[in-house]
């Protein structure tokens, strides 16, 4: 039961980045991808973005540690400054699949709760300083986040802190 909970969550937070992603960069000209790391607690993991258009990216993040999965996605909608550095705000959805076994093999217990975000933060590319520096963007951003109740744990509000890194093509 635990690992069709766990595809279906995962599944769906990947066919919403498709298909936004698809359904906007249709329209553009030049569409931009990003692919790095991202830890905004508590998604942590390798992360992949598309710019949907010039003040709006789709970001999706995948953590597998042992244990526990974490998949996410949210919405990224700037406030253009000049080409290497932008403030932005965000809304986020993830989902964290937790599972425990014994040393035999069998599942002591599982759990799977759904998180939501709002935040802000600031992003800038390395080529500020020089342009003979590879298109590496780094973000850091605060936030307020919202833990589902689940059969392990109540739900919970807590505060969002997160740094990241794309590469971006």
């Known amino acids: 039961m635990f690992k069709k909970k766990q595809f279906g969550v995962g599944g769906a937070i990947v066919f919403f980045l498709l298909v936004a ?3 906007f960069a249709e329209g553009k000209n030049e569409t931009r991808f990003g692919i790095g790391l991202q830890a905004t ?3 942590i993991g390798i992360s992949g973005m598309i710019d949907v258009t010039e003040n709006v990216s789709v970001q999706g993040t995948l953590g597998v540690f042992g244990g526990l999965k974490i998949y996410g996605g949210r919405g990224i909608f700037r406030r253009y400054e000049d080409p290497y550095r932008n403030a932005y705000g965000y809304v986020a959805i993830s989902a964290i699949c937790y599972s425990e076994s014994s040393d035999f093999g069998k ?3 599982a ?16 080529q500020t300083w020089s342009t003979k520096l590879p ?6 951003e605060v936030g307020l986040g919202y833990w589902s109740k689940n059969e392990h744990t109540d739900g919970f509000l807590y505060p969002i802190a997160g740094v990241g890194a794309q590469y971006r093509f």
Not at 111 to 126: F, L, P, Q, R
Not at 135 to 140: H, K, V
């Open 107 to 109: 599942l002591i217990k």
């Open 135 to 140: 298109p590496i963007w780094w973000n850091y």
């Open 111 to 126: 759990a799977t709760a759904i998180g939501v975000g709002i935040g802000a933060g600031k992003e800038c590319n390395w």
């Open 41 to 43: 607690v508590p998604t």
């Open 21 to 23: 992603s698809v359904g």
